[in-house]
């Protein structure tokens, strides 16, 4: 039994499967990433996209999908930064409203952080919003050990900056 | 006739006619991408998919070319930072060796900030590296009116950190 695999014991983690994904998940994303609420139509179709680019046979976008008794409840997207030598990006991230709070997110992290470290990478980048509806996701991966490596004022909209944050791999 | 057409009489730029790409431009480009030295294999590569991308149909991914007497002797490609409105990335420029020194570049820059502001962007990005090699990309830079927002320390490689250029258009 891995690290992992006992940290997910006694929550709701051990009743979790985690797979790749398969083009049919598509439609099951889509309705998360309308349940979380957070998203924009542009963002919920470029989270999207990044599936079509997948089956189009881009590798470089990994997929990890959360199911809980044959239901999709949370999934992210991470892969290596173009032009880079052990950096990566997790593109994005979703839980269900009604499953959040549950280490889930915490939980495909992790398990993403492990993936990476495998693959030799050295450093996670992660770029979210300065608007207070992102607070709980800025306030997760602080506690995640990210720190904010930069911030573009301004960059989503007159009003929305962009964080970027960042955990160095040990 | 523009204050461009103005500023480009008296130099080299003044002969130099700007046009946007063609499919057949792509090797011209893999010349100049190569000629200039300071681009990785993987680089040039990620330049050349860009042209393929746009072949494909992705309207963002907008190029200028600068040609001398039907040779293209520099390019640019630009276009709007997904999921913002108003940021926009400067995302490749370069101009053959024995033409650099005359303003090219500049003159590209230039152009390409009053393309952006026609098109109400807001602020433009441009990332590049911390090796010494790029010295004279930041030093130009820096000329054009672009500030440091931000620095991803060994980005690119254990000893190439990302700096993150940005100018908000007035």
Redesign the interface.
């Given at each position: 039994m891995t690290n992992l695999e006992k940290k997910a014991e006694g929550n709701l983690s051990n009743k979790i499967k985690l797979r790749g994904i398969i083009a049919e998940d598509k439609e099951e994303i889509r309705n998360i990433l309308l349940d979380v609420g957070n998203f924009?139509q542009?963002?919920v179709r470029?989270a999207l996209s990044l599936i079509d680019e997948r089956f189009k046979g881009d590798e470089d976008y990994n997929f990890l999908i959360a199911e809980l008794e044959n239901r999709i409840i949370g999934y992210a997207c991470y892969g290596p930064?173009?032009?880079?030598?052990?950096?990566w990006d997790i593109y994005w991230m979703a839980v269900l409203k009604e499953f959040q709070g549950n280490k889930i997110g915490s939980f495909l992290t992790e398990v993403i952080e492990d993936e990476i470290r495998k693959r030799r990478g050295?450093?996670i980048?992660i770029e979210t919003s300065s608007k207070e509806s992102y607070d709980a996701t800025r306030t997760f991966y602080e506690k995640k050990g990210y720190r904010v490596?930069?911030?573009?004022?301004?960059?989503?909209?007159?009003t929305d900056d962009k964080i970027?944050y960042?955990k160095?791999l040990k």
């Open positions: 924009t542009v963002e470029v930064s173009p032009m880079t030598n052990g950096t050295r450093l980048l490596m930069g911030k573009i004022e301004r960059f989503y909209s007159e970027i960042g160095y």
